[in-house]
């Protein structure tokens, strides 16, 4: 179904607020932007309308971390306000809401809709039984506690596989641990710090001034449809004379037989983070998207499609396909027939958000 020749930008509508997360309730065909003014706001996938057909409240804090469980039906939400709240299907009440003990950077829903895990500040993995809410399991003790410069890490990431059995968690210095989801045991500890850049140098604005800055971490996971690669995307190394996010995107890949890596890939021309990856449910594309490329609230972002089991006439990983975007990308969700990615993100800053619509390809 992915064909780049035929990859193109649809429908671009404004959101009401930068948005950080987005999830696909597939049967109603609705698409749920997590904003940065704490609200959520769902829209007609099908349509993509000026305006959205619910907003929902709850939060307190930007919505970071948006999963829709398909059974039972039911959008789990999280942020920055340390909390986790199901909604049922089209509804605008909360039908719980949990305390997660710390912030929420990235959620994902299990193959078979019982379990949604949280990646958090606090390098741990809370599961959570998508119905009721009911704290699962708490998985920690595997990151390294500090960055390399002495600050506190936290967890940017995390992915079912496709059988549910593993699940993996990325963190700020390009840790990656694939755990077992039942018993939390420690599968692979994977070492992915091409995706940590740290620079220190003389600040120009004086004398005996100095800067020191740390970029990246692993800000997103995907595995293959069989199970046998994990995928970690993020930022590759930064210019040393900037503060801004000025690496370009890259994508590190694993082998899960071995635990070792298999081969990277830089997403040329394509400055900022990685923040979004996930397998296209028909073939071997993986699809992501990101962006940054400049200090402060601007920049610009990238939609890649890339067929990781393409091989060129060296013997290398084929490039991807890449497509710019107008705004930091922050999350996508495939539409439900597979044929469209459903970008969100934000234009110009944190009150300017937007949602793209891309053809994939054809039949």
Not at 117 to 146: F, N, S
Request: glycine share 14%; aromatic share 8%; proline share 6%.
């Amino acid at each position: 179904m992915i064909d780049p020749a035929r990859c193109k930008l649809g429908k671009r509508v404004a959101g009401p607020a930068g948005f950080w997360a987005a999830a696909l309730d597939p049967e109603a065909q609705r698409l749920y932007c997590g904003a940065t003014d704490f609200s959520i706001y769902a829209y007609d996938a099908r349509t993509l309308p000026e305006q959205p057909s619910l907003t929902l409240k709850g939060h307190r804090s930007y919505v970071t971390a948006l999963a829709f469980a398909r059974q039972p039906k039911l959008l789990v939400s999280a942020g920055f306000d340390r909390q986790v709240i199901g909604w049922r299907a089209g509804e605008a009440t909360p039908a719980w809401t949990a305390a997660a003990g710390a912030l929420v950077n990235q959620a994902a829903v299990s193959p078979d809709g019982a379990w949604v895990a949280t990646a958090q500040d606090d390098l741990t993995v809370r599961i959570w039984e998508a119905a009721t809410g009911k704290a699962v399991r708490r998985l920690e003790g595997e990151h390294a506690p500090r960055t390399r410069i002495g600050r506190n890490s936290t967890l940017h990431s995390a992915a079912f596989s496709p059988d549910g059995r593993w699940i993996a968690s990325g963190d700020r210095i390009g840790g990656v641990c694939v755990r077992e989801t039942e018993s939390g045991k420690l599968v692979h500890k994977l070492d992915a710090n091409a995706l940590y850049s740290q620079a220190y140098f003389d600040n120009p604005l004086g004398p005996n001034i100095s800067s020191e800055y740390e970029w990246g971490g692993v800000r997103s996971l995907a595995f293959s449809p069989d199970g046998k690669l994990l995928f970690a995307g993020g930022m590759g190394p930064a210019d040393q004379n900037s503060a801004g996010l000025d690496g370009l995107m890259k994508i590190e890949t694993f082998s899960l037989e071995t635990g070792k890596p298999v081969f990277g890939v830089l997403l040329e021309k394509s400055k900022g983070v990685l923040y979004s990856m996930a397998v296209h449910p028909v073939g071997r594309w993986l699809v992501a998207a990101g962006g940054g490329g400049g200090a402060g609230a601007g920049g610009s972002g990238t939609l890649s499609l890339w067929d990781y089991a393409a091989r060129g006439a060296d013997g290398k990983p084929a490039p991807p396909a890449l497509f710019p975007s107008a705004m930091v990308v922050r999350d996508f969700a495939f539409s439900a027939d597979g044929a469209q990615a459903l970008l969100v993100g934000m234009e110009k800053g944190l009150t300017a958000g937007r949602v793209e619509a891309w053809t994939l390809g054809g039949p």
